[in-house]
């Protein structure tokens, strides 16, 4: 008996057999199972690197059409077509923008809401305004093949539209997103997004605004040589892309940079290859706090990242984009108003895309992830590698 246990004790005490378990035992967060938290909606995500290379015999999403044309006489966004609701669109050259002839929310002055049944059964009653941008006349074109002066002028549509919505009387909030390809519930391939105009601040833009100003006038945060919000206070997203812009290139996240902005697969991302594009100079506030030299800047990133997204797998990437910023302009559309304390917010844009593995293998965000918390198997750090390698020239140039 006790030669036994002796021979089991030799066995486990090892030195080999040690250093295997010690091993085992290290955190290696490129392929142990983890979670990373979102410091702006305060959730976190789970992390499974090791589930990389298990087999697909799931959904396979059909190829995207490549060769569309330059006019669709059936599309609804070509110059001169006549709209579902029986309008004619311009005969545009560059950008153009219209009201929702399908919105989601209608002008005011809307009903009053009843009285609630019940206190856990609450209506809020909801009014504002949502137009359609067409980015360009061409049928065939997206962000990842217009010229980066294209895209000037559709950020400078944003702005206007932004000025416009965001000074009306009763909007509290301006939403600007795209929504391309099919996979992502895009119901026509013209180039186009879309802003819509609130009474109410969503309920996501709401969360990171909150965590931006909890952030803010939290006592505890070290000082650093990060950019700082208005009345010199910290910001969140500052501190973060001041810390990311330093990272070596072997754990970067970085997949591309100017000299204001940078667009990084985030810490915390939940879709594969995720983006989140930020300025890294300086704190800004909104679209209309950028100078020219920024806006061809915040252009040109722009361009950069849809070309090595289309380049990823050579498709026309899918994804949802959205930009988050202050809720509304400040009054009079003074960028030097007193009304300093909505300028917490730092303008951002998400890149959400669905694609996983291919151009026909795409992310599902269900089971686990509907009734617990979001998970990725790729890291955001590999990620952020493969995107890098790609080029600045969009394969159907070469």
């Known amino acids: 008996m006790y030669q036994a246990n002796a021979t089991l004790t030799h066995k486990v005490t090892h030195p080999s057999s040690v250093l295997q378990f010690e091993m085992g035992r290290r955190f290696d967060p490129a392929s142990h199972p983890h979670r990373r938290f979102n410091p702006l909606t305060g959730e976190y995500v789970l992390v499974s690197p090791h589930r990389n290379n298990r087999?697909?015999?799931?959904?396979?999403?059909?190829?995207?059409?490549?060769?569309?044309?330059?006019?669709?006489?059936?599309c609804y966004l070509c110059p001169g077509n006549e709209r579902a609701c029986g309008q004619k669109n311009e005969t545009y050259e560059h950008t153009m923008t219209f009201v929702n002839d399908f919105a989601a929310v209608l002008p005011p002055p809307g009903p009053t809401a009843p009285a609630t049944p019940h206190p856990?059964?609450?209506?809020?009653?909801?009014?504002?305004q949502c137009d359609v941008?067409?980015?360009h006349p061409r049928h065939d074109l997206t962000l990842a093949r217009l010229s980066v002066e294209n895209i000037s002028r559709i950020v400078e549509e944003w702005i206007t539209i932004y000025k416009s919505r965001g000074t009306q009387e009763g909007i509290k909030y301006v939403q600007i997103f795209e929504n391309k390809g099919a996979m992502m519930g895009c119901s026509n391939p013209h180039p186009h997004g879309q802003v819509w105009s609130l009474s109410e601040v969503p309920t996501i833009p709401s969360v990171e605004l909150a965590s931006l100003v909890r952030y803010a006038t939290n006592p505890d945060v070290s000082e650093s040589h990060a950019p700082r919000g208005p009345f010199g206070r910290p910001c969140l997203l500052c501190e973060?892309?001041?810390?990311?812009?330093?990272?070596a290139e072997s754990q970067s996240r970085v997949v591309v940079k100017n000299d204001h902005f940078v667009?990084?697969?985030p810490w915390w991302a939940t879709w594969p290859f995720e983006i989140l594009l930020l300025s890294h100079h300086r704190h800004i506030p909104?679209?209309?706090?950028?100078?020219?030299?920024?806006k061809s800047?915040?252009?040109?990133?722009?361009?950069?990242?849809?070309k090595r997204y289309d380049n990823l797998f050579s498709c026309s990437f899918a994804y949802s984009l959205g930009l988050h910023q202050r809720p509304t302009p400040p009054k009079d559309n003074n960028i030097h108003s007193a009304d300093e304390e909505a300028n917490i917010a730092h303008l951002h844009l998400h890149f959400f895309p669905p694609l996983l593995r291919s151009a026909s293998v795409r992310k599902f965000l269900v089971g686990f992830e509907l009734m617990a918390e979001a998970q990725r198997d790729i890291t955001p750090e590999q990620a952020a590698s493969q995107l890098r390698a790609c080029s600045e020239v969009h394969y159907l140039d070469r």
């Open 263 to 265: 667009a990084l697969v």
């Open 286 to 294: 909104s679209l209309l706090h950028l100078t020219d030299t920024e």
């Open 120 to 128: 856990l059964l609450r209506a809020q009653p909801v009014d504002g």
């Open 133 to 135: 941008v067409t980015y």
């Open 240 to 247: 973060y892309v001041h810390f990311e812009v330093g990272v």
């Open 297 to 306: 800047s915040f252009a040109n990133i722009l361009s950069l990242v849809t």
């Open 55 to 74: 087999p697909w015999q799931g959904q396979i999403e059909p190829p995207q059409p490549t060769a569309l044309p330059w006019y669709d006489p059936k």
